[in-house]
């Protein structure tokens, strides 16, 4: 295909408009659902991608941008956010943002204190119609057909009998009007006369008034008890003259408050405390256990009187090979108290049924179990390779000398692939300190500590900790996770500094 | 080896063939075990190792086939394992082809181009890399949400939000491409430039096709990852249809239903292909590597 490289130049361009048009109108629609931050950071990007592409200077970001841009929204981004919700409330309680959380509140009715109209549900076709019948005059109304509300709410309007053209049949039974409440609570019914119906009983709607009124300076004002509730910025909720808080609450900044409560207030320091050595004796113990397993391995596995190597080496790397999740898992299921094979041979043999998920301390020796024979292969492999390039006559001078293999080990193997191996450990030291998915998968952190007033487990650790009270139990503590986040942040931050420190000295000795 | 062999030796030997036979038999124990276990009846370990009697029931399970329950009726499995690991292989295959995609443009940029803020990147790369995206699911989680405020189809519950969050996470890559381009010599590129080629068709004509072996490799990498994540899938995914194997997988072992024998029937039939493309992949990253070299 030839075409005049004037024209192809221009057709990059067109289509590049193009493209940057076709983004502005989603930028449009982000903005008008209410997400000003996404937009504002859409906009950000298309900016810039329009300017790399079409400034002649920046020919290589072109080639980059598309990874770079992803990496930072996906990768750096959230670290950013999560050092930024550290700072707020954001919780189950306070979940909303201002406007949103005022919004909610301004929704809010309350039967009035006029008539009432007896409700009943007729099928029409495959929708329903309302009848409604006051009280006090017995005046019959019915709505037009509308289908059952499901998750928006559905606004009608009724009409007088006489005027509806419709001959009822029969009712629909109390059962299922009892089955729908939650979906017919969001039937909104306007009478001719303009007043607003919402459902107050089974069989009972009443006009419906809106419970606040905002005030210009901010306030709302409760039409049912005549108070003033006041937005109050510190604590993110809209408080009562003498301090009570309504829900739903909104999202503040609140400074360093969510740390000070990890490192000072008992209720949270006390199992933080524990879990974050916890943390460091599971990381060093498993870093521990699966080198020690995985070089004596590899010093067996490099010894030439052996033999058979080769197929103990392929059974011994299964573990590695095997995706963790499934693994985990199975061991979930071996370790089972009653039901687990581990117990059952345990029992046959010494006749004992150790407790593995309810003890804490069998607990932890799970874990450290299940990891090492998780992590092992791996140690094993990189030892390999490292005592491969050990020099042989190293050895066959220590024979000579007389040396036998223990000693040969601690005097000629192990310094010589310490240098190279410490950055290795040190890394894997980083990984398991977040060794989310075994701990979770495994125990889910249980058992929990009983001293203790929040939710927090034997086994979790810090990574583990932060899911549990950000996702799992109740509360939701959004703030209280990222604060935590952010906390092992920095300690990974840290452990990597020294990993680069370490890897430095490796690359210089080699040099 | 001129090592006189003694009597000690001949011990010695024995007694490291001993400990390997004993540690090989306990690692190998629990696979042995999960085929026993989804061959048995019944869901509890009441059997030997080798079961007495055999039965399908755990693997009609997985396979989704309906089962005839004790009334004579036909019991449909409640868990979607097929399901499950067609919805995991859909994210995998597609955000490790964006993946991909991301990363080879830029390992390009960065291993021939020169730019301002190059080594910058690079280390940035390099650190962003050491922060599992578990550290930041709290913002991940609120990120989706406000994402799918504004556009549904990537919001929470949606397997195209997996797909966005898993194609971010292209640092190794960029790092693993970038070695191996630098091992194919830039006089070839250089000389399809002489003859004309602009920069991006000596990218995408000359440089490309003989980048294939570690392009594979990596986008066998991805996948993996993709397949075995299991933090960000477990908070984006909620309904049992959207699950992804690794987070399905773990609702079979709940104390009060504790489906023993099905999860083993779907941790191998799902586990084997798994395997066999890991250890494929492990082969050749060794291979990949070993002739790329990440170099600094």
Redesign the interface.
């Known amino acids: 295909m030839t075409i005049p490289p004037a024209i192809r130049r221009n057709l990059g361009r067109a289509f590049l408009a193009l493209l940057v048009v076709a983004a502005l109108f989603l930028v449009t629609?982000?903005y008008a659902?209410?997400?000003v931050?996404?937009a504002g950071t859409f906009l950000v990007i298309i900016a810039l991608a329009a300017w790399l592409y079409l400034s002649q200077k920046t020919?290589?970001?072109r080639?980059?941008f598309?990874?770079?841009a992803?990496?930072i929204?996906?990768?750096?981004?959230?670290?950013i956010?999560?050092i930024f919700?550290s700072f707020s409330n954001?919780s189950s309680r306070n979940l909303l943002e201002f406007p949103r959380a005022t919004q909610y509140l301004l929704d809010q009715t309350y039967p009035g204190e006029s008539n009432t109209f007896g409700f009943s549900l007729f099928p029409d076709g495959g929708k329903f119609r309302a009848r409604l019948e006051d009280s006090e005059g017995g005046a019959v109304f019915f709505t037009p057909a509308f289908a059952m509300p499901g998750e928006a709410p559905v606004a009608v309007t009724a009409v007088p009998e006489a005027a509806a053209g419709f001959t009822p049949g029969d009712p629909v039974e109390l059962g299922d009007i009892i089955a729908n409440e939650e979906n017919l609570k969001k039937l909104a019914i306007t009478m001719p006369n303009g007043a607003r119906l919402g459902m107050t009983g089974l069989s009972e709607f009443a006009a419906l008034k809106r419970l606040y009124t905002p005030r210009p300076d901010g306030s709302l004002l409760n039409n049912q008890d005549g108070t003033v509730i006041k937005p109050n910025v510190r604590t993110g909720f809209y408080e009562t003259p003498s301090g009570e808080k309504v829900l739903p609450g909104f999202q503040v900044k609140i400074g360093l408050d969510n740390y000070v409560r990890i490192f000072t207030d008992p209720k949270y320091r006390e199992p933080f405390t524990r879990i974050f050595i916890w943390t460091v004796v599971f990381a060093g113990l498993s870093v521990l256990f699966s080198f020690s397993l995985g070089l004596v391995?590899a010093v067996?596995l490099n010894?030439?009187?052996?033999r058979?190597r080769s197929v103990?080496r392929l059974?011994?790397f299964?573990?590695?090979?095997?995706?963790?999740?499934?693994?985990i898992?199975?061991?979930?299921?071996?370790f089972?108290n009653n039901?687990?094979?581990i117990n059952?041979i345990l029992d046959a043999v010494f006749g004992i049924r150790p407790p593995w998920f309810s003890d804490p301390f069998l607990a932890k020796v799970m874990l450290l179990i299940v990891n090492t024979?998780l992590g092992f292969p791996y140690m094993m492999v990189v030892s390999m390779g490292l005592i491969k390039a050990i020099p042989m006559d190293l050895y066959?001078a220590s024979?000579v000398a007389g040396a036998g293999?223990l000693t040969n080990f601690f005097k000629i193997t192990l310094p010589l692939i310490k240098r190279p191996m410490l950055p290795l450990l040190i890394?894997s030291f980083?990984?398991n300190f977040?060794n989310?998915?075994l701990v979770?998968?495994l125990t889910g952190g249980r058992p929990d500590f009983l001293d203790t007033t929040i939710q927090a487990g034997t086994t979790d650790i810090l990574?583990s900790y932060?899911?549990r009270n950000?996702?799992v139990d109740s509360g939701q503590q959004?703030g209280l996770?990222?604060a935590i986040?952010t906390v092992?942040?920095l300690l990974?931050a840290g452990i990597?500094l020294v990993q680069i420190r370490y890897t430095k000295i490796a690359d210089d000795e080699k040099r | 080896m001129a090592i006189v062999t003694n009597k000690s030796q001949r011990w010695r030997v024995l007694a490291a063939h001993v400990f390997l036979v004993c540690l090989c038999a306990l690692v190998i124990f629990p696979f042995l075990l999960t085929i026993s276990i989804s061959l048995r009846p019944g869901n509890f370990a009441t059997g030997r190792l080798i079961p007495a009697e055999i039965s399908f029931e755990h693997w009609r399970f997985a396979l989704g086939l309906p089962t005839v329950g004790p009334d004579g009726t036909k019991v449909y499995p409640d868990l979607p394992v097929l399901r499950w690991l067609w919805n995991s292989i859909r994210v995998a295959l597609v955000s490790a082809c964006i993946g991909l995609l991301l990363s080879t443009t830029a390992a390009y940029a960065f291993a021939r181009m020169r730019f301002a803020g190059k080594k910058a990147a690079l280390t940035g790369l390099m650190l962003m890399q050491m922060f599992p995206s578990v550290l930041a699911l709290v913002a991940i989680h609120s990120i989706f949400t406000r994402i799918g405020n504004a556009f549904p189809v990537f919001g929470m519950d949606s397997l195209w939000s997996l797909v966005l969050a898993y194609s971010g996470g292209i640092a190794l890559h960029v790092w693993t491409i970038k070695g191996f381009y630098e091992t194919i010599p830039a006089e070839i590129e250089e000389a399809a430039t002489v003859d004309g080629a602009t920069p991006w068709q000596a990218f995408w004509r000359v440089l490309l096709p003989m980048a294939l072996p570690i392009l594979m490799v990596v986008f066998l990498l991805a996948f993996i990852g993709a397949i075995i994540e299991y933090p960000v899938a477990s908070i984006l995914l909620h309904s049992q249809k959207n699950l992804t194997l690794a987070v399905g997988a773990n609702s079979f072992l709940y104390p009060q239903k504790y489906m023993w024998g099905d999860f083993a029937a779907a941790a191998i039939l799902s586990g084997l292909p798994i395997t066999i493309v890991f250890m494929l992949a492990q082969k050749g990253l060794i291979a990949g590597l070993t002739s790329g070299g990440t170099k600094g």
């Open positions: 629609v982000i659902t209410g997400e931050l996404l020919y290589a970001y080639y980059l598309p990874g770079i992803a990496a929204i996906f990768v750096v981004f959230p670290v956010y999560t919700i954001y391995l067996l010894w030439e009187a052996l058979f103990y059974l011994l299964l573990p590695y090979a095997v995706p963790g999740f499934i693994s898992l199975v061991f979930k299921g071996l089972n039901m687990g094979e059952l024979w066959e024979a293999p890394s980083a990984f977040n989310f998915v979770m998968l990574i932060v899911y950000a996702f959004f996770g990222a986040s092992i942040f990974v990597t």
